[in-house]
């Protein structure tokens, strides 16, 4: 019989009794062997999914892009927008409108530039997001019900144990001889066995619960962070770049503009990088939680003598 149908059969007398032991161990030795393992399958790949959610951690790293748009939102006020706003005839006799022009050209084809690297890691993480989020959906899904299945193992041990412990007071009180004192007493050590299990099943189940919640909130904020990245800072870069480069080829060409639609898409970008840096921030901060949550789950999974990774 298969571990999880042995230990799915504890709490059941009927099917416990039809339970084989090895011929190497004493019917009481078996029954105490698998008082000691209620539940380990599931506690054995809550154990994995545990494994199989650290190492998924391991791919998301988004400080490449905090840095990115710390540099760029840094850059964005160095662009002078009164280098265009003097294009009186004046100026334009003395070459000085000329020049404005071509600096604030120059310093908006710099910045252009330098946006370059903040778009290829918005790409980067949009493209881990759309490949990693299932199997983090789905090894979340199936720690749940995983941890739940526990908690019915542990409602079930727990009504064993009341009953098991209102008939040894029956028996003890009829106990004529030392045999079925004994006999007691073993019953007594298995109860003891089985408690021990449930306070660390109870454990397990509790910790496998905090990461699955820690979890949920972790994904919750990738796919937060993805629709910031996407709708918010690449929709807003490409406005900004198109509006502004329309003021600078108006400029140069001499051709009459207005500054308001660049300067607000300006503006409106510098919301977006600051916008999207605090949403890696509370991001990086949920990842961390759900690290610590994975730790302390690995504890739990020791003191049930499960080897983790």
């Not at 084989?20 to 054995?44: C, E, F, G, R, T």
Request: proline share 2%.
């Amino acid at each position: 019989m298969e571990d999880h149908d042995r230990t799915a059969s504890l709490m059941t007398p009927a099917k416990l009794a039809q339970v084989k032991p090895k011929a190497a161990a004493s019917p009481a030795a078996w029954l105490n062997q698998m008082a000691a393992d209620a539940a380990h399958q599931h506690v054995k790949r809550i154990a994995e999914l545990r494994n199989d959610l650290k190492e998924q951690g391991k791919d998301r790293d988004y400080s490449a892009m905090t840095s990115e748009l710390a540099r760029v939102a840094k850059s964005l006020p160095k662009l002078d927008f009164g280098l265009l706003q003097n294009h009186g005839l004046w100026a334009r006799v003395t070459g000085k409108a000329k020049s404005a022009t071509e600096e604030f050209a120059s310093r908006f084809s710099r910045l252009q530039e330098a946006c370059g690297p903040l778009a290829d890691e918005i790409q980067k993480a949009q493209k881990l997001q759309q490949e990693k989020a299932p199997a983090s959906d789905l090894a979340l899904l199936e720690l749940e019900v995983e941890y739940k299945a526990i908690e019915k193992v542990q409602d079930q041990g727990t009504r064993w144990l009341q009953d098991m412990r209102n008939q040894l007071k029956a028996r003890e009180a009829q106990a004529s001889d030392e045999e079925a004192r004994k006999l007691i007493r073993d019953d007594e050590v298995r109860c003891e066995i089985l408690v021990s299990r449930l306070k660390a099943l109870r454990e397990v189940s509790a910790a496998a619960q905090q990461v699955h919640q820690h979890g949920q909130a972790a994904a919750a904020r990738r796919a937060a962070l993805a629709q910031s990245l996407q709708q918010g800072v690449s929709a807003r870069l490409r406005n900004w770049s198109a509006t502004v480069q329309e003021a600078v080829t108006a400029a140069q060409e001499s051709q009459p503009f207005t500054l308001d639609a660049a300067m607000e898409s300006h503006r409106e970008l510098q919301i977006a990088m600051k916008e999207a840096s605090a949403d890696c921030a509370q991001l990086h901060s949920q990842e961390k939680t759900l690290a610590e949550s994975l730790s302390a789950l690995r504890r739990q999974l020791q003191a049930a003598q499960v080897n983790t990774a």
